[in-house]
């Protein structure tokens, strides 16, 4: 285990949000058609040619997928006919560079590859894969000093030739965990950024992760450090309650955990596409729990793309990317594959590809009917909390974020505005994971008195619901 660290040219592509030079998360590209899911292809760099091409474009928008993670090396970058073939069929290509982190890399060659990835149409890259990893390393470059010093070293340059090609850098890809610890790790970078990068640089900037679910559930470390407060490095930490250790960010929902750094360093989010994740096949990272079987693999990660496809992500995280579409017999990543080399599938397959016939609906809140006023004095319910449904059905996110709210108002709860037009007083959930300004219209309209809470992202609206029951006891003490 490697030791804790602690914890100027101007872009034309960016709009700025303001004078700080930080660009909107919409401003970042997206494919067409976005459907925010992908997966990471082979774990090699020897699948690239027209065959390969011809045979995973139709399997991939099958798996309703708009996103691929692909390989390469400095010697062996992805070929630009490959590259052209996914921007073809409106699939955007994730470039993780392998590279050894000890070597410097020469400004030369980090021209040469930026600009044919700038050719190929790439718009997202980044290099150095899972640098806090010890098998990344040799055993003489492990055991330096300055670790992630001497890490950024090759970074910085790269991403700021990424830059001047009119990429868009991401930081590279960290281990959950690992074997220095990917939060302090993150942190280093996030100072070095900080210190020596370029405007364009910080502008541009964004984070390849790997949230991997493991064998955990696709709610675990969910709220981050501070729910968790109790989790520390290398270990589960203190118990939160007798029967329960703590979490921590080694879950698909890292992102949390990996923001809570970003803002405590750059005051600000940062842009986040994952480059591999969801549950592991087999996977038993977590002692305590059983490997991943084939059917929890397939229902955790249906549950991240319901999730990711109907807003239950905050708008930094831009995609989810599931490892792995495909492995070659002898790779030992063959086991975690989605597609075995001889031709068989995981039972996640057929399922995902069942839901994505119906992914424009799955995405998409049910729409609600206009309202006629209500009579005066019709009202038969105090109080309503009107919370979003999907085509899928209903988010356990909301539930949860709900809690502290339900507790002290206990409202009548449901999901049709058909039924809160019915009720005094709407509390109604509104934005990205909820509902129109529309419908707020509508309630009024109908005469009922409507308060929001808004749901721009999930942490976002568990604040909001926190503070409106605060505020209902803090009232009742009062009275």
């Not at 994952?274 to 059917?295: H, I, K, N, V």
């Not at 929890?296 to 109907?310: D, K, T, V």
């Amino acid at each position: 285990v490697h030791p804790l660290a602690v914890v100027g040219r101007r872009s034309s592509v960016v709009e700025y949000r303001n004078d700080s030079g930080v660009p909107m998360f919409q401003e970042f590209p997206r494919p067409v058609n976005d459907t925010k899911i992908g997966f990471h292809y082979y774990p090699d760099t020897r699948h690239y040619n027209q065959s390969d091409l011809a045979r995973w474009v139709p399997e991939l928008k099958k798996l309703h997928a708009s996103w691929l993670t692909v390989r390469a090396t400095v010697r062996r970058p992805v070929p630009l006919e490959f590259i052209r073939g996914l921007r073809a069929a409106d699939i955007e290509p994730v470039v993780e560079i392998d590279y050894e982190p000890g070597v410097p890399l020469e400004k030369r060659v980090l021209r040469e590859q930026a600009a044919h990835y700038a050719r190929a149409g790439v718009r997202y890259i980044t290099i150095l894969r899972e640098p806090n990893a010890e098998r990344q390393w040799s055993a003489t470059e492990w055991q330096r000093p300055n670790l992630v010093s001497r890490v950024m070293r090759v970074v910085m340059p790269a991403l700021e030739s990424f830059v001047d090609a009119g990429l868009y850098p991401l930081l590279p890809p960290l281990r959950p965990g690992g074997d220095y610890w990917d939060t302090a790790f993150l942190a280093g970078m996030l100072d070095a950024v900080v210190m020596k990068g370029s405007a364009d640089l910080k502008a541009r900037l964004g984070l390849c992760i790997h949230n991997y679910a493991f064998n955990r559930p696709v709610s675990w470390g969910e709220g981050g450090q501070k729910v968790w407060s109790e989790a520390r490095p290398y270990g589960a930490g203190s118990p939160v309650e007798k029967s329960r250790p703590s979490e921590d960010q080694r879950g698909w929902r890292l992102w949390e955990w990996y923001d809570e750094v970003v803002q405590t360093k750059l005051g600000r989010s940062l842009p986040m596409i994952s480059g591999a994740g969801g549950a592991l096949l087999g996977s038993q990272d977590q002692a305590d729990l059983p490997a991943t079987s084939e059917e929890e693999h397939a229902q955790r990660n249906l549950e991240i793309f319901r999730q990711a496809q109907s807003g239950n992500v905050p708008p930094y995280l831009l995609n989810q990317n599931f490892w792995l579409l495909a492995a070659d017999e002898d790779d030992p990543a063959h086991r975690e594959a989605w597609f075995k080399a001889d031709g068989a599938t995981v039972a996640a397959v057929p399922q995902l590809r069942a839901m994505s016939l119906t992914t424009a609906k799955v995405a998409k809140r049910i729409e609600a009917e206009p309202l006629a006023p209500a009579p005066a004095g019709s009202f038969r319910l105090a109080h309503y909390l009107l919370l979003p449904a999907w085509e899928w059905g209903v988010s356990s996110l909301h539930w949860e974020a709900a809690k502290p709210f339900v507790q002290v108002v206990q409202p009548t709860i449901g999901f049709r505005v058909e039924e809160a037009r019915h009720a005094a007083q709407v509390t109604v959930v509104v934005g990205q994971q909820g509902y129109e300004e529309t419908v707020v219209e509508q309630l009024r309209a109908a005469g009922c008195t409507v308060e929001t809470i808004a749901a721009p992202d999930h942490a976002t609206l568990r604040a909001g619901f926190a503070a409106r029951a605060a505020q209902e006891r803090m009232g009742r003490l009062a009275s």
